[in-house]
């Protein structure tokens, strides 16, 4: 091996042994964009697709419409729900006091009233599974599950609302042409606008 070669070899952060922190993943340089800690894992992203993109544009422009004042939406910001999970939902509805700094890279569960995943190939059991449980689990109240169906590979989008009694997400609605909700605000979003995109 060259000199010239292991100068452009990838170092990969090792670990510790009970795991990385919200902390570590804040802090750890050359981490790529958009790395989210799961259980103490770091977790790497693949290159998108144009429908992971095109939707979280038609979704975050849906929200921010008619978002009302004292709420605020953000995209592909970490979401801190304990001290070994960051998760960074690719949309998010926030309280409008939780946005402190420009510099900001991330917030806490308890100042995110909604969380949107798009889900990817390469995101499938998280986006459908662990990341739904932990939001729950850390108080969020709304969640929405968008996935690429039909001939057209248009969004579809599954609407969840938290339980109190349970924590847990129950599915309140399958949105396929057009999300019109109350919760967590008045939202009207035309799905087939994506064609334009």
Request: hydrophobic content about 40%; cysteine-free; glycine content about 6%.
């Amino acid at each position: 091996m060259t000199a010239e070669s292991a100068e452009h070899r990838m170092q990969w952060p090792v670990p510790p042994q009970d795991g990385y922190t919200v902390d570590d993943l804040f802090t750890l340089p050359d981490l790529p964009p958009h790395t989210e800690l799961i259980d103490g894992s770091l977790v790497f992203v693949s290159p998108q697709r144009y429908f992971h993109f095109a939707t979280i544009d038609l979704l975050a422009n849906g929200l921010r419409s008619t978002v009302p004042p004292g709420f605020k939406v953000a995209r592909e910001m970490t979401v801190v729900l304990d001290r070994r999970n960051g998760p960074e939902p690719d949309i998010s509805v926030v309280r409008a006091e939780a946005v402190t700094d420009r510099r900001q890279t991330h917030f806490k569960a308890a100042d995110v009233l909604l969380a949107v995943e798009v889900v990817s190939p390469d995101s499938e059991a998280r986006d459908r599974d662990y990341k739904p449980h932990k939001y729950a689990a850390a108080g969020i109240a709304h969640f929405w599950l968008v996935e690429m169906a039909g001939q057209d590979d248009h969004p579809v989008v599954q609407v969840y609302e938290r339980g109190e009694a349970t924590g847990t997400y129950a599915l309140t609605g399958i949105y396929h042409d057009h999300v019109k909700v109350g919760v967590p605000y008045d939202i009207d979003i035309d799905l087939t606008a994506i064609d334009a995109l």
